[in-house]
């Protein structure tokens, strides 16, 4: 990871033990009960303006316990267990947690380790988003947190507003055409050699800049930009959730 605070938070939670779930209402928040699980498994126009904003804040004190490895990602390809089969080794699932496991738990792997991975991305999510949210917003965007959209919407429907202004920004890269779209950005935990460039068509500049602070830029990307390119400033958000 690029950013060394979430770099950190990543190490921590990933390797956070998570509390064997029995039996029990339903909650968003991932801590809400759930099924119990083999502790084997761990866890300016027309170029850009650059108003200096806020450095991100600093890290809570609060952080995960003990440490371990994370769970298995189940991505494996394959069929899937059915449905009415998926059951913990004891106790029971919530109804929230049976519907993010089906169609998510390739046969012959335990459904617990599947949830688990799920919870550890809502506790990520959790811990980044109360140190700095436009960190945890960023690491959707880059993709540092890969699996985010689905455990946010099957286990932590309190982080959705995150998936949802992700949807509208952007890593460091090469973007053009139709994802593309004018507006104001802020650069979320850039380092400290942070460039941009903004093109029309036929490739006239229509501005640039850079950073050498650390510190989050904004800038504006004109309607008639038709492509944007950034360079180790990580992730851009778009200024009122959406660009």
């Keep these: 990871m690029r950013n060394t605070f979430l770099a950190c938070a990543g ?5 956070a033990a998570l509390a064997a779930c029995g039996s029990s209402a339903d909650g968003n928040d991932p801590e809400a009960a759930g099924a119990k699980r083999p502790a084997a498994s761990g866890p300016a126009a ?15 004190s609060e952080e995960p316990e003990a440490s371990r490895e994370s769970a298995p990602a189940a991505t494996a390809e394959g069929p899937k267990t ?5 059951t913990p080794a ?7 947690q049976k519907e993010y496991l089906k169609d998510r738990v390739p046969k012959g792997m335990d459904p617990a380790a599947v949830l688990q991975t799920g919870q550890e991305t809502c506790d990520k999510l959790r811990y980044l988003v109360k140190a700095d949210r436009d960190t945890a917003v960023g690491a959707i ?5 890969p699996d985010a959209k689905d455990a946010v919407a099957g286990l932590c429907t309190q982080h959705q507003d995150l998936v949802d202004e992700a949807a509208y920004g952007y890593p460091d ?4 055409g139709k994802n593309l ?28 800049g850079a950073s050498g602070t650390g510190k989050s830029r904004k800038i504006t990307i004109p309607g008639s930009a038709v492509t944007f390119t950034s360079t180790g400033c990580y992730a851009w958000l778009p200024e009122g959730g959406e660009g």
């Design 11 to 15: 190490v921590v939670l990933t390797a």
């Design 46 to 60: 027309p170029g850009p303006s650059t108003t200096a904003a806020t450095e991100p804040a600093t890290p809570p």
């Design 82 to 86: 059915p449905a009415d089969e998926i």
């Design 90 to 96: 004891t106790g029971t699932f919530t109804r929230k």
């Design 141 to 145: 965007v880059t993709g540092e947190i």
């Design 173 to 176: 890269g090469k973007h053009s």
């Design 181 to 208: 779209r004018p507006g104001v950005y802020r650069s979320a935990s850039p380092t400290t050699d942070c460039s941009w460039r903004i093109e029309r068509a036929g490739g006239k500049e229509l501005a640039s």
